[in-house]
């Protein structure tokens, strides 16, 4: 067992655990944060993608101690209590989810993306999105979600590839 602080949701945490325990366990069943899911266990699904310090990642495969220190967002906190991020809006404005299991991972790998890259290309949003798998074959509108938080046209996205 170790002492793991850490920053979650803008939120100080400190916990007794092992410190090789996935931290999408830590995130859903010690703190109580369950917009993370658990998809496939393996990282190659995706669904569990978090922020840490701004970057996407599985938590499922990320033992808890890789996140000592570090500052982690989940879905949960992305509005930060205030109206919806431009891409949960834009999702919302597009029918992108249909059974939303993969919805917060897309979201925050789409939120991260637009964050580094605020006008990103088609290659950028496909290369952002690459690996995430969503279960209902949802991508068209996905993608269009993602194009319209980014401030794309479909016409113009076409016109790029």
Do not use: W
């Not at 996935?22 to 922020?51: I, M, N, S």
């Amino acid at each position: 067992m170790a002492m793991i602080r850490f920053t979650v949701n803008g939120e100080p945490r400190s916990l007794e655990t092992e410190p090789d325990r996935p931290l999408l366990e830590v995130l859903r069943e010690d703190l109580g944060l369950t917009g993370t899911k658990y998809g496939c266990g393996e990282g190659q699904c995706r669904a569990c993608t978090v922020l840490l310090e701004g970057r996407p990642i599985v938590s499922c495969l990320t033992p808890v101690q890789a996140a000592a220190g570090k500052k982690i967002l989940t879905i949960e906190a992305l509005a930060a209590g205030g109206p919806l991020h431009r891409v949960q809006q834009a999702f919302v404005d597009e029918g992108a989810m249909q059974c939303g299991y993969c919805t917060p991972g897309m979201v925050l790998r789409a939120a991260a993306l637009l964050d580094q890259f605020p006008k990103p290309t088609e290659v950028q949003i496909l290369a952002a999105l690459d690996g995430s798998l969503c279960r209902c074959c949802g991508y068209p509108r996905i993608l269009a979600a993602v194009r319209r938080a980014a401030g794309m046209t479909t016409e113009a996205a076409y016109a790029a590839r």
